[in-house]
């Protein structure tokens, strides 16, 4: 049997989040490869920031 734990329900919970923003994108017309090369170009700016 599974425990749930706080990190647990907070993984759920984000999981939940990420499905739900998805398909927002989804619902927009964008495709995952989209959102993919967004979320890839902003965590390389980011990174880049922070050096």
Do not use: C, P, Y
Not at 3 to 32: M, P
Not at 35 to 40: C, G, I, Q
């Amino acid at each position: 049997m599974v425990q749930l734990t706080e990190k647990n329900s907070l993984d759920l919970q984000l999981d939940q989040e990420w499905v739900l923003l998805i398909k927002s994108a989804k619902n927009q017309g964008l495709s995952i490869d989209n959102v993919r090369k967004f979320l890839t170009e902003k965590s390389s700016h980011i990174n880049a920031n922070q050096n």
